[in-house]
């Protein structure tokens, strides 16, 4: 794992010195970056602000989706959430996010509702954990 401060992703190394600069790349895979920053090398259209962005309304409407869904016991809208947040985290780097959410949309895919609760849960939680992450990476691009 590249050590945040030595990253060439940090445009500011000063920013990468806080506690939550380094949480956001700890969180964040650095090639999922790396690959964001290419399609906008000078940052000129302030692409990886933009995806943060639409990354943090994405999920300011898919997690009380997510809530609602397991409260309801609706497995397709469980799946569907967790296939879109599955895709999405993967594009911003927050590859243990995408994990979580692959394994829930497996299980509701295979009919295992044992333990869907605490995949929900879980879910829930990573995305909590990435949020200082995605705010550090907003002020940073």
Do not use: W
Not at 68 to 93: E, P, W
Not at 115 to 138: H, Y
Request: aromatic share 2%; proline share 5%.
């Amino acid at each position: 794992m590249p050590t945040p401060i030595d990253s060439p992703l940090a445009p500011d190394r000063s920013a990468l010195l806080s506690a939550s600069g380094v949480h956001a790349i700890a969180c964040l895979d650095a090639a999922a970056l790396s690959g964001l920053r290419e399609l906008d090398p000078q940052g000129r259209n302030g692409l990886i602000g933009r995806v943060v962005k639409g990354f943090q309304d994405s999920l300011a409407r898919l997690v009380p989706q997510l809530r609602s869904a397991m409260q309801a016991n609706d497995n397709d809208a469980i799946r569907y959430v967790s296939h879109t947040l599955k895709s999405s985290s993967a594009s911003i780097g927050a590859l243990r996010l995408s994990s979580l959410c692959a394994e829930l949309e497996a299980a509701v895919r295979a009919g295992r509702t044992e333990g869907l609760q605490q995949r929900v849960d879980a879910v829930c939680a990573e995305i909590e954990s990435v949020k200082p992450a995605l705010d550090q990476l907003a002020l940073t691009s």
